[in-house]
């Protein structure tokens, strides 16, 4: 039975537990379609970091059916995309086509994910260009130092603290069978979710959909997964770097707490753009930084807000006072009613320009499906976002705002790290 979401939006679950949404765009032209699977680099093996993405990056590399250019050119031949991508918690892979290639498209997704090929000549190419891609992500300062920030943000070196990439030793070492066991364990339709956006009909989309995963047994996925915990403290990383980054994490909302919304005004009004406060204080009236911002980064069982600047080793002592005063002083003030109406209006218009495309629409419903959070529609997000007051605001202060377990890390030039202290 397929259940209405809301107006144009809709979800089934077939037999063998695979989760389908979609939405309607009548006036659209073209189709955004993926596969969403519940398992990220936090469900790596501890000593093999890095198996979920080598796992993605051989999907695309050839299965029973179809080899790389096989894939490569069914997509090209009717004008789409396709790619893939792998997260903390989630990995997935999307085609964008035109209306009259998402038969292709889910034809396509549906062969990768459910019948890889595991080519050994290929497994060892891929090992290559995952080296590869190591090394250039090492090489990107921006890149490397938010993996060693994340490597010490969580207590007892919790697996939300691995790099998603992995390591070079441990892809130098994994085998075909370690990879191959992980699809098994992990790609199930239980454990996936289908979402498709555009120019689509429900009926003839679940159909479509059923039609090429309902092969596939019912089996479920056990996730082992604990919680992690903010591990405050101060980290010093030293790089041979212009810069000193300097990165603050806070405790943040989970993926589906109700006080994410919240959470989303004050980190809007603190770090999230060019009129927020410290990019105010720090870029504009001082002339600091290039980049000062502040996010909050949401998983399905914790989340932590950070903010950043990329400062000169000789003011990493001031920047780290302006950021550690404004929380303070957050935490002692709130925000003004002005404030808390511009961070409303920005977050109703990122809302509205996210939506803009069909892949801007199935990234949303996949992530809300994904970490089994309510599917609410954009007309509902407004309304929570406009009934946010001030009462919600000094809640989330209250619990969000706690110096006490902040966790401080610089990376950059080795003397600079002292200014921290």
């Not at 979401?5 to 993926?34: D, H, K, M, Q, W």
């Not at 069982?301 to 780290?320: E, F, H, L, Q, S």
């Amino acid at each position: 039975m397929i259940e209405s979401l809301y107006p144009g939006a809709f979800r089934a679950t077939l037999e063998n537990g695979l989760t389908v949404i979609g939405e309607e765009v009548p006036s659209s032209l073209s189709v955004s379609v993926g596969v969403w699977i519940r398992v990220g680099s936090r469900d790596d093996p501890p000593d093999r970091p890095g198996l979920a993405h080598f796992l993605e990056h051989l999907l695309f590399k050839g299965t029973k059916r179809r080899d790389a250019t096989r894939i490569s050119e069914e997509i090209d031949a009717v004008g789409g995309y396709i790619n893939g991508a792998t997260g903390k918690e989630s990995t997935f892979y999307y085609a964008d086509v035109p209306a009259d290639g998402l038969p292709v498209a889910i034809d396509v997704l549906s062969d990768l994910v459910q019948h890889p090929a595991f080519d050994p000549a290929e497994v060892e190419k891929e090992r290559g260009v995952i080296l590869e891609e190591i090394r250039a992500h090492d090489d990107d300062p921006d890149q490397y130092g938010y993996d060693l920030f994340v490597s010490n943000l969580w207590k007892d070196s919790h697996p939300l603290s691995r790099p998603v990439l992995g390591t070079r030793a441990t892809i130098r070492d994994v085998s075909v069978e370690e990879i191959a066991a992980f699809h098994r364990r992990y790609y199930r339709p239980a454990n996936m979710v289908v979402v498709g956006c555009g120019a689509l009909n429900r009926e003839g989309f679940v159909e479509l959909v059923a039609r090429h995963f309902s092969a596939a047994p019912a089996e479920s996925v056990s996730l082992d997964r604990t919680p992690p915990q903010l591990n405050p403290g101060r980290n010093r990383h030293p790089r041979e770097i212009g810069q000193v980054q300097l990165y603050f994490g806070l405790p943040g909302s989970t993926a589906g707490a109700e006080d994410r919304f919240p959470l989303e005004i004050v980190n809007t009004v603190l770090g999230g753009g060019m009129s927020s406060r410290l990019f105010r204080l720090i870029r504009e009236e001082r002339g600091l930084a290039y980049a000062v911002t502040s996010s909050v980064v949401r998983y399905s069982d914790a989340g932590a807000w950070i903010i950043y600047a990329g400062t000169a080793p000789k003011n990493v002592g001031t920047v780290t006072d302006i950021t550690l005063t404004e929380l303070e002083r957050l935490r002692r003030e709130g925000i003004s009613t002005e404030e808390l109406a511009r961070a409303k209006a920005k977050l109703r218009g990122h809302l509205v320009l996210g939506l803009e495309t069909n892949a801007g629409k199935a990234s949303r419903l996949g992530d809300a499906a994904i970490n089994e959070r309510e599917i609410l529609s954009p007309q509902e997000i407004v309304r929570r976002v406009d009934g946010i007051g001030q009462e919600d605001i000094a809640r989330v202060l209250e619990q969000f705002v706690r110096p006490e377990v902040i966790n401080l890390a610089a990376i950059g030039p080795v003397d600079a790290g002292s200014q921290t202290s």
